[in-house]
């Protein structure tokens, strides 16, 4: 008898552990992620307000001796390609945690959603106004062979700090967080999230396009805000924990 019971926990712990990873109030998550939107969004107009287009003077005049030692190794040839593969691995991460908490069940799914929707606007928004007050030049705009007219792009003033670090560390912290709620520890699906975000923060510094320090600020930020939203959502009466030959699990009413 007792066997027949502990067959029948193993078959209905997934069902189980899907259904209480996260409480979401739709109304309230709604609310936030349309206010954090419209801060996203007005970003546009203020960092075109704020952001000066630097003179040939100004470009002229900046100097390497102004990087701190640390961040010297950020001073790579500027590579489109090595750009794209950021993308690509970007990608990667991305896909990966989106296998990691689709469910079947389209409501579980949908709260997955939110959740993610709430921890991706953020780290977005919070990442684009820092670039907005900091305007830090990329790595490229001090090299000589890169054109003035692409230094003087807007955009090269948004290194500090990497968007693309923070977006892929979010999605792998949130993939890699649910995954383990749900299975407990795979090192394959970890290796496969951390290793496409880190991939992309190397590539983000290999083509030019950033510094170390600002993916290395990324990672930490994008870690954080998700493991912060996993944190708050998640289901307050059900607590698990998963050793090496045993799972258990309390609950409260």
């Given at each position: ?20 990873i996260f409480e979401v109030d739709r109304f ?73 908490i689709f469910e079947k069940n389209p409501k ?64 792998a912290t949130y993939g890699y967080y649910y ?75």
């Amino acid at each position: 008898m007792k066997n027949i019971h502990f067959i029948l926990i193993i078959l209905f712990i997934p069902i189980f552990l899907n259904s209480y990873i996260f409480e979401v109030d739709r109304f309230e998550s709604l609310f936030f992620i349309t206010s954090a939107v419209a801060v996203d969004l007005s970003n546009n107009y203020f960092d075109r307000q704020y952001i000066e287009t630097p003179t040939d003077l100004d470009l002229e005049t900046l100097t390497t001796d102004d990087i701190p030692f640390f961040d010297k190794l950020g001073l790579q040839p500027y590579s489109l390609t090595l750009k794209n593969y950021s993308d690509y691995a970007a990608y990667i991460a991305a896909g990966t945690a989106f296998y990691c908490i689709f469910e079947k069940n389209p409501k579980l799914l949908l709260n997955n959603l939110i959740v993610y929707g709430e921890i991706m606007i953020t780290q977005s928004l919070v990442s684009k106004w820092t670039k907005t007050l900091t305007h830090r030049y990329r790595p490229f705009v001090y090299l000589d062979d890169v054109p003035n007219s692409k230094k003087m792009q807007r955009n090269s003033q948004h290194s500090f700090y990497s968007m693309h670090s923070s977006s892929t560390f979010a999605s792998a912290t949130y993939g890699y967080y649910y995954y383990y709620k749900n299975y407990g520890h795979n090192v394959f699906i970890g290796s496969l999230l951390f290793g496409a975000a880190s991939a992309t923060a190397v590539l983000r510094v290999a083509s030019g396009q950033h510094f170390p320090s600002d993916v290395i600020v990324g990672a930490i930020i994008g870690s954080g805000t998700s493991y912060f939203f996993c944190k708050f959502h998640e289901n307050k009466r059900i607590k698990l924990s998963f050793g090496y030959d045993s799972i258990d699990i309390s609950y409260s009413f």
